[in-house]
Structures are given as structure tokens and as C-alpha cells.
């Protein structure tokens, strides 16, 4: 109920404890870490059009193959993000051929366009890159594309001072402080609208999430458990809560 909220002001702070979902703590063999940022997200659909044909009798130069167009556009995004040194990933997770035939050329495909970065101008630029290298690809293979954003998301720097009081927690509870950057979206992106946030990773198995395979060590879940004793402890001292 919208009278149940907490106001604003009212707020210490929101702390959040998450399995990472990638494999930088399993490789580094390290338990947990501090999250520094939660990485912003541009969601779209990109679709190309050309002229479904049969797969034998229209010469190779004569084509306006949309497949061909879509797959020169994956591999161009999954370019742009290996250039960008870390700041950027892009990925291509849905590809549809209408009215798919082993003997036609595809006519009409869509596929969908997740780009995320924790700085906004790398978004940004990235987006409009995204967006322009769609439109060349189209014009060059005289195909008829369309773009359509389906979601946009600001990245979420996590809170300064509650991030370093996590760091200080980790390092007393004998743990190395490593920060990272999380690029999936998380409840603290919409509470950091009323209030400061704070997320500490727990390293999983292989960095697997979204499967059957996906597990945390019982030792690194005590681990969890020590940092956040040790955080929320200080931070209710120094904010005179104890």
C-alpha cells in the first residue's frame, strides 16, 4: 500500500547480498565482494527485411538475404563490444526467421539487442552505434531495417560511503576487497530512487546462474554472513543505532 511506504529521509540505507552471476570471484578464488555499480541497460529490437526467394534459382548477387543482413549485424555488435576494454557488454539473445525454410531465402528477421555498461557515456555511444550500424548494414545489402527500444535503464552507482564501509567489513572478516561492477539489474535499482544503496557479491559455482547447475559453497555463504555482521554492525554505530 502506498501509505506503508517508507519516506525517503527515513532511509540508513539498502544493503543487498546477491550471488554474483558471473565468474570473476570463482577464478580469483575469493568469496565475496563489494559492488561498486550496477550497470545501466539499453534493451531494442532490430529488424531486417528484404525478399524471401528460392534458395535455387536466385543468383548470389541478386540477394536481399535479411538472415545475412542479421547475422552481419551480430557479429559487427559482438566487435563494438570487444573494443570497448571491459566497459561494455552486447549480446544478441533472440534471433526470429519468419517463416523459416531450409530451401528459401529468409525474407524478414528480428532480433533483439541487450547492451549494458556501468558508465553512462559508454551506453550511450554504444546505443547510438548500435543503432547507426543497423541502418549502413540495411543500406548496403538494400534491406529495409526498423529499430525499436524496449527498455532503457540508467546504470546505479552504489553509495560511497556505505561501499567503503563494506570494503573495511570485508578486510576485518580476513577477506581480500575486491570491487566489481554488476551488469545484471537488481532490486537496489529502483530503491536507489529513495534511498542509498549497497550490494555485496557472493562468488558461485563457475559464475552459472539461470541454471540447474547453479550453487554456492556453504563456506562462502558464512562468508556472506560475516561481512554483513560486520557492515551492518559499524553502520548502525556510526549512525548512533546501537
Known amino acids: 500500500m502506498a501509505d506503508e511506504a517508507i519516506p525517503p529521509g527515513n532511509w540508513l540505507g539498502y544493503f543487498e547480498i546477491h550471488i554474483e552471476q558471473g565468474p570473476v570471484l570463482y577464478e580469483k578464488k575469493i568469496p565475496v565482494a563489494a559492488v561498486q555499480a550496477i550497470a545501466g541497460q539499453v534493451r531494442a529490437q532490430a529488424s531486417f527485411t528484404g525478399v524471401a526467394g528460392h534458395a535455387g534459382t536466385v543468383p548470389m548477387p541478386l540477394r536481399a538475404d535479411a ?13 563494438l563490444a570487444m573494443g570497448a576494454e571491459g566497459r561494455l557488454v552486447a549480446t544478441v539473445g533472440r534471433l526470429q526467421i519468419l517463416n523459416a525454410a531450409g530451401n528459401v531465402i529468409p525474407g524478414e528477421v528480428s532480433c533483439s539487442v541487450d547492451i549494458r555498461s556501468a558508465d553512462a557515456a559508454t551506453l550511450t555511444g554504444a546505443y547510438e552505434q548500435t543503432r547507426t550500424l543497423c541502418k549502413e548494414i540495411g543500406a548496403r545489402r538494400d534491406l529495409r531495417t526498423d529499430w525499436h527500444v524496449l527498455l532503457r535503464s540508467p546504470s546505479v552507482p552504489c553509495d560511497p560511503a556505505m561501499s567503503q564501509l563494506l570494503h573495511r567489513s570485508i578486510r576485518d572478516a580476513g577477506y581480500e576487497a575486491l570491487s566489481l561492477v554488476s551488469g545484471a539489474g537488481h532490486d537496489a535499482v529502483p530503491i536507489s530512487a529513495v534511498s542509498p544503496v549497497c550490494m555485496l557479491f557472493v562468488r558461485c559455482f563457475k559464475g552459472i546462474s539461470h541454471n540447474p547447475l547453479e550453487n554456492v559453497e556453504r563456506d562462502d555463504l558464512a562468508a556472506a554472513i560475516r561481512v554483513a555482521d560486520n557492515f551492518i554492525n559499524q553502520l548502525a554505530a556510526i549512525n548512533g543505532k546501537t
Open 67 to 79: 538472415l545475412c543482413g542479421a547475422a552481419e549485424f551480430v557479429l559487427g555488435l559482438e566487435s
